[in-house]
């Protein structure tokens, strides 16, 4: 505002005045009032340089927003990213490069904390002929399913293979609870499977009678032994699943290994 008795122009002509600017220098140096003429210059001198340190700070505000604004878009990306590389497409669960990924943290956690720790891996009977019999499209259904099944908290079904899943189970269940957990996985399958088949229509150059009703499932299981890697580990839970398609398909096979280091096996489901 202008001072009282002078105008805008003239205040500005003194403003402009190099005795006057100086004065107002050294006022501002010196943080000391003046005559009347230099303060209104020196309100309008600071107000401008509040108005501009103003607009830089909110500057500032608005490029760290921006900035961790791109770093939550940047965050949720990568996760999701993650998240698509460790997830099966198909079935939604969890695939073969989350499974390998987790048995190595979880067996170097057994390992420190001293527990636990078995694998068990399961495999869909004649899938191929459930295929053959309904199509493909029935068949990724049956696939499907394995995510309907129960499953122990915090350790999900992994899809490791075509037709093959497998899962990581911490801790010191009993046989006979690990047997009944399988068992509830089987029956569960095993049902579900059979209302998909039986709503789906089997191909024309099929013979009905080799058209599969339902599908089954086949375990392999065996407990970690600490010292051994992670692949010795499978290939026990595999040799356990093998066992038990010889012996008839639709049930589990344990592989224990005697203090001889010879694999014994038993039937548990």
Do not use: C
Not at 173 to 181: C, H, R, S, V, Y
Not at 199 to 221: M, Q
Request: charged content about 35%; proline content about 4%.
């Amino acid at each position: 505002m202008s001072e009282p008795g002078k105008t805008e122009t003239q205040e500005l002509k003194i403003s402009k005045n190099p005795v006057i600017q100086k004065r107002v220098e050294e006022v501002e140096k010196n943080y000391i009032d003046d005559t009347p003429e230099i303060k209104p210059i020196i309100a309008r001198k600071n107000a401008r340089k509040d108005v501009a340190h103003e607009l830089k700070i909110n500057k500032i505000r608005d490029e760290i927003a921006d900035e961790k604004d791109k770093r939550k878009v940047a965050e949720k990306n990568e996760a999701e990213a993650k998240s698509i590389a460790m997830t099966d497409t198909l079935t939604e669960l969890p695939n073969r490069r989350w499974f390998f990924t987790q048995l190595e943290q979880r067996i170097a956690d057994a390992v420190r904390h001293d527990r636990s720790l078995w694998v068990t891996t399961m495999d869909i009977d004649l899938f191929k002929l459930v295929n053959d019999s309904y199509g493909h499209a029935v068949g990724d259904e049956i696939l499907k399913l394995m995510k309907q099944v129960p499953a122990r908290k915090d350790e999900p079904i992994a899809r490791t293979g075509g037709e093959e899943f497998s899962q990581i189970i911490d801790g010191d269940p009993t046989i006979e609870g690990l047997a009944k957990f399988l068992g509830q996985i089987s029956k569960v399958f095993t049902k579900y499977s059979h209302d998909v088949l039986a709503s789906s229509t089997i191909l024309a150059d099929v013979d009905p009678s080799i058209a599969p009703k339902r599908a089954t499932l086949s375990f392999g299981l065996t407990k970690f032994i600490p010292g051994e890697s992670a692949d010795n580990l499978l290939r026990r839970a595999d040799t356990a699943l093998y066992r038990a398609k010889e012996e008839g398909r639709d049930n589990g096979v344990l592989a224990e290994v005697d203090s001889k280091g010879q694999i014994i096996f038993s039937k548990v489901t």
